[in-house]
């Protein structure tokens, strides 16, 4: 369950990024996660849920965007599309092929709302 | 409603401080070897074979990652060479700043390999750079041929492979032939060694490897 860590790394971000006194105002953490980034999105949005509640966190939550794993061959230029990691171009089944995406885990934007 | 745009890997502290391992740790000419698998898979093993073919010409030291307890530390420490355990209490993985805080107490300027031997577990040490310079994954071949697959993220992050306790395949339905393939279609820059840590065969490819791999030790 290295989710928990992940979760972690995620608030320490948000923290230095949201101007201090506006913690309680955010509301979305945007996330993209790679099909193929070692993370389980539910188990992260409910490691997430645990450590922020009570926390000025507790009305925000994650909002993953999944990242399909794709690749690009080498051999004849076909871009596959798989989910189960394997880098063979569909194509031509060769295996000379480059990662484009799908190994991410990345914050994109915080979603704050005004202060009433 | 205002947006803050972070454009930020979540793992970006932890990758920061691999980086300054990596950095104090080449500076010095050492070569450093991360270690994962599923729990008993022989990491312990290997290290301790390992030890045995090449600690006398190679200054060893040893990082020991376990959930619990230091049994594997003391494994290793019969073999006279220094060794730091992590006791993670729970963490399923180490992370680079409990390395850096090991490397504190190992005499780096007497280390011409540093191995890190992770908690056991396929799937959690993968996305964890710790500052090495080869992950190598090992898998039994008790645990069957299609774990590549089943477990993809491990094999993709790492660049060798060690399919261990091969004396055990007259007794076990793991196709060897299958085992690889399956683990180059997921990493076909895959390294893969085939050993058996208890007869001792294929310890002498692995280590020729390994050694190849410091400079000071060519081939
Ligand atoms: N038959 C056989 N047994 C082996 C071999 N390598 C290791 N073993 C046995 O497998 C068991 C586990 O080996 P370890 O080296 O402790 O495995 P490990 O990966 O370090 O285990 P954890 O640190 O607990 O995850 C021990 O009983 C070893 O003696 C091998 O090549 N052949
Ligand atoms: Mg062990
Ligand atoms: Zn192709």
């Not at chain 1, 101007?19 to 997430?48: H, I, N, Q, T």
């Not at chain 2, 000419?29 to 010409?57: D, M």
């Not at chain 2, 850096?100 to 396929?122: C, H, R």
């Not at chain 2, 050993?195 to 020729?208: A, H, P, R």
Request: with cysteine; aromatic share 4%; glycine share 6%.
């Amino acid at each position: 369950m290295h989710e928990l860590s992940v979760a972690r790394n995620i608030i320490e971000i948000v923290e230095q990024n949201v101007p201090k006194g506006e913690l309680s105002c955010v509301r979305e953490v945007m996330l993209k996660v790679g099909e193929f980034s070692g993370v389980v999105a539910d188990s992260l949005k409910f490691s997430y849920e645990i450590i922020t509640a009570d926390t000025e966190l507790q009305n925000s939550e994650l909002k993953i965007e999944a990242v399909p794993f794709r690749l690009r061959c080498n051999s004849c230029g076909g871009i596959t599309t798989n989910s189960c990691g394997l880098r063979e171009c569909a194509d031509c089944l060769k295996t000379d092929t480059e990662v484009l995406s799908g190994e991410e885990l990345k914050i994109t934007e915080i979603i704050l709302e005004d202060k009433s | 409603m205002s947006i803050i745009t972070v454009e930020r890997k979540v793992l970006a502290k932890n990758d920061a401080i691999a980086m300054d391992n990596r950095d104090k740790l080449t500076g010095k000419g050492i070569f450093t070897i991360n270690i994962v698998s599923s729990p008993g898979s022989g990491k312990t093993s290997l290290v301790e074979r390992t030890i045995e073919k090449i600690g006398s010409r190679v200054a060893i030291s040893v990082i020991e990652g376990d959930v619990q307890t230091d049994l594997d530390a003391k494994r290793v420490s019969a073999y006279n060479v220094p060794v730091v355990q992590i006791i993670t209490n729970g963490g399923c993985h180490l992370e680079a700043n409990l390395v850096k805080d090991a490397l504190g107490s190992i005499d780096l300027a007497k280390t011409e390999m540093l191995i890190i031997e992770n908690v056991g577990n396929l799937v959690c040490p993968a996305g964890y750079d710790l500052g090495e310079d080869l992950k190598v994954v090992v898998i039994s071949v008790t645990e069957g041929d299609d774990k590549p697959l089943k477990y993809p993220k491990m094999f993709m992050n790492s660049k060798a492979l060690v399919i261990n306790k091969i004396d055990l395949l007259p007794y076990v339905n793991c196709k060897i032939d299958e085992l690889k393939s399956n683990a180059l279609k997921i990493n076909p820059e895959l390294k893969i060694f085939e050993t058996s840590c208890t007869s001792g065969e294929g310890i002498d490819k692995w280590c020729s490897f390994v050694t190849g791999s410091i400079k000071k030790y060519p081939v």
